[in-house]
């Protein structure tokens, strides 16, 4: 059976209820009610009412739940899938021995205090029959509709006799996907899980701890991201209490200790905020928010003693956004903030809905009370995430969430395949992290390797914003280069990527990227790209590394290796090639020029290798030779200070000219091919070229070239700029003196 559950009562390091409260505090939630009793509802599970025209007894609770956040709902589907689901459970029992319709029963209460609409209740209340009884998704679609029997498909487990080892991680991949087209499946999962964690008792020691880990490492960081702060909270103090005994029972002790003072910190500051407010003329509650149980232990490491102030923060709930910033202002003027404590979440909301104020006031014994300011709306969402926002196919109208097709049995394509005009339901509630683990999940090779990827991306637990030039955004984890970028934005296409600019400047693909950066990838046109070997160490995002290690994986002995870009190596010889076809002896045709110094020999200066119309100077060097120089060279300065003889000289009438060039690329195959290529159909022929040693994917190329004309200098160079990958051709400026050319 699908429920890991046990007897509640059987002793086992469970979170108590100040704890829960903690989560959610009775002041805070609309209705708060206590645990479920099982025996008593096992009970009237089995003895309630089921006439047609009345709700059972055993739902009532559910019912009362829902109404609370859906007044006008229909509960007629929730009273024909408690009926179908307790006939197809019945005579079924959890390890505990209650009757196990209490465990879709709690599930379905669980979602209905969160606010859940009615579809996801009545798939609730279903969701472990098509898994442990004779129902038939196809009977889940007769009766309830498409929606609720792809909801009930979704958070179906894969038999372990077809998967075997692999049945878990590809269950997970399974809901993950259904997640995709309905974030409602993973709500049930969530709400499933949390209920089986609350009863983990009976359980073999080995077994708690297992599911735990799963728990902490996968569904926590899901319920995180879905903005269920709710049921997060609630899961992390269970799976710290299975699997860090000790240190939870240290943390249960500090709590009891400080609920057994007399005065409280947090109480004084409560009444201070209330009367400034009054004052003010805002109208907010003002409310005390006991930490849970990791949070305690964590400001604990962090802080060392703990003073009543650190056992919980205060909470500030107000009617509209402007009241917010109102509240701030106010508290800000009358009692002394901390300013480097302050965030602004509603202005820039978390990537997983959250928004809020924080911020912290001081009091004079020196004690930091921490402050959260929002709306009503605000809170439902941050402690309900995306089960607050509802159906996300329910049309304007339909608040109950009770949309028509839930009970439409013609639906075949999924949820919401009839609606709307433009044939498409986008969820608007799929986040952008969930559209990239669906992209990579997809390219896993096998379930190992996707059970250990996604466990390390869900361990990335803040999402930055990049921005592209056309104005779109890209969704990265923090820490994410130019590499991942590249992967998100082109998939497996960028294997071709050659570069980057990032907010207009030239970068590394290993830049680390930050939250509102501007990132222009640069694309090469080779379909043959590969590429390097040195991305993996770069690579953030399992989109990038799979891709990356996949073509790795197909081609062996492929990819350039560190340091060197793709394309490097079947390139490089061709500085030995093309440095001797330049004639006997290497050496350049000479230039026109006319000196002042009748029969001295002229040689162009290597470091700025002057043509017509430059500006020129000569200085005599040995063997009677000028060497010629732009006027502006930095040679040309050094020479003067050290009182060097200038010599006047003048360009003759022949207009061929030798030059050198300078290219900055980035790393391809056929890059130099292209290049020389570009430079002899410009009308340059090359007396000698050398390509450095690679560096981060740049590459420099130094071309010395003769031109029949000087005017076409300009040309040639353009064409070199246009060769894919080349963001940069320029003549050589040399900071020092330049080696002899040949």
Known sequence: ??????????????????????VAPASVRRKSRPRIDLRRLGRAALLGPTARDRLPDAIGHVVEAHRAHHPDADLEPLRRAYVLAESSHRGQMRKSGEPYITHPLAVTLILAELGAETTTLTASLLHDTVEDTEVTLDQVREQFGEEVRYLVDGVTKLEKVDYGAAAEPETFRKMLVATGSDVRVMSIKLADRLHNMRTLGVMRREKQERIAGVTRDVLIPLAERLGVQALKTELEDLVFAILHPEEYEHTRELIAENAARTADPLAVVAEEMRGVLREAGISAEVLIRPRHFVSVHRVARKRGQLRGADFGRLLVLVSEDADCYG???????????????????????????????????????????????????????????????????????????TD?????????????????????????????????????????????????????DLAQDREITVFRPDGGTLGLPEGASCVD????????????????????????????????????????????????????EHAHTPAARIAIQRWLTTH???????????????????????????????????????????????????????????EITGFPVRGGVVTVHRVECVAVAHMKSRGRTEIGVRWGESTACRVTLVAESFGRRGLLADLTEAIALAGGDIVSATVE???????????????????GLPALMRAMRDVPGVYDVSRTQNQTPAPRLP
């Open 485 to 536: 970028a590249a992967y998100g934005q082109y998939g497996e296409d960028a294997h071709a990527c050659i570069g980057a600019r990032v907010n207009g400047r030239l970068a590394r693909l290993s830049t680390v990227l930050k939250d509102g950066d501007t990132v222009e990838l640069l694309m090469g046109q080779d379909p043959a790209s590969e590429p390097s070997r040195e991305w993996l």
């Open 556 to 614: 062996p002995g492929g990819g350039a290796p560190a340091g060197e870009p793709a394309g490097y190596r079947a390139d490089a010889d061709f500085r030995e090639r093309r440095a001797h076809e330049s004639g006997p002896g290497g050496r350049p045709q000479g230039a026109d020029v006319r000196t002042d110094r009748p029969g001295a020999a002229v040689r162009l200066a290597g470091c700025c290798t002057p043509v017509p119309p430059d």
């Open 327 to 401: 509240v701030l202002g106010e508290l800000h003027t009358c009692m002394t903030p901390v300013v480097s404590e302050f965030k602004d979440f509603i202005a820039v909301p978390k990537f997983n809905l959250y928004q809020s104020l924080h911020t912290a006031v001081a009091r004079p014994d020196g004690q930091v009370v921490e402050v959260l300011i929002r709306t009503h709306q605000m809170h439902k969402v941050a402690e309900a995430g995306v089960v607050a926002l509802g159906n996300p196919y329910a049309s304007g109208t339909d608040a109950s969430g």
């Open 693 to 711: 040693p690679p560096s981060e994917q740049r590459v420099r190329h130094t071309y010395t070239l003769q031109l029949p004309d000087a005017a």
């Open 404 to 456: 028509a097709t839930a009970t439409d049995a013609t639906a075949t394509d999924g949820p919401g395949a009839d609606d709307p005009a433009d044939g498409e339901r986008a969820d608007p509630t799929r986040p952008g992290w969930l559209s990239r683990l669906l992209e990579w999940q997809q390219a896993a090779p096998d379930p190992d390797t996707f059970w250990s990827t996604l466990r390390e």
């Open 1 to 22: 059976m699908s429920a890991e559950a046990t007897n509640p009562s059987t002793p086992v390091p469970v979170v108590p209820t100040a704890a829960t409260a903690a």
